[in-house]
């Protein structure tokens, strides 16, 4: 999913094919200081397997980092584990910030 896409869902209105996608942010607790978006569940990468319990298998759930790395290991691993609709956000915070927010921070 581009960072595009992610904003056009985030800004439209709740469908019937269910509400908004659920974004993961799998960031450190620091780059969060650094660059954050709002209404987001924060787990950091090496929680994810511990904390599965927290997110809905059936929820869309767009998974981010800074760059897109992280994220898509993070979205392999939940479509593993039998998540159905998983999304990495392509580019990161790092795409975001440059493409459709400048007031997020860069890092």
């Known amino acids: 999913?581009?960072?595009?896409?992610?904003?056009?869902?985030?800004?439209?209105?709740?469908?019937?094919?269910?509400?908004?996608?659920?974004?993961?942010?799998?960031?450190?607790?620091?780059?969060?200081?650094?660059a954050a978006l709002p209404?987001?569940?924060?787990?950091?990468?090496?929680e994810i397997p511990a904390r599965l319990a927290e997110l809905d298998t059936t929820r869309d759930i767009a998974v981010l980092c800074h760059h897109g790395n992280r994220s898509n290991h993070v979205a392999r691993f939940l479509d593993?584990?039998?998540?159905?609709?998983?999304?990495?956000?392509?580019?990161?915070?790092?795409a975001w910030a440059r493409d459709v927010d400048p007031q997020v921070g860069r890092y």
């Not at 896409?5 to 439209?12: E, P, S, T, W």
């Not at 999304?87 to 915070?93: A, C, F, P």
Request: proline residues 9%; glycine residues 10%.
């Open 1 to 34: 999913m581009t960072v595009q896409q992610l904003d056009a869902r985030l800004r439209g209105p709740e469908t019937e094919m269910g509400p908004k996608p659920l974004v993961l942010d799998v960031r450190e607790p620091w780059e969060l200081g650094r």
């Open 80 to 94: 593993a584990q039998g998540f159905k609709n998983v999304y990495n956000v392509m580019g990161g915070i790092e």
């Open 39 to 46: 209404d987001v569940l924060h787990i950091p990468m090496r």
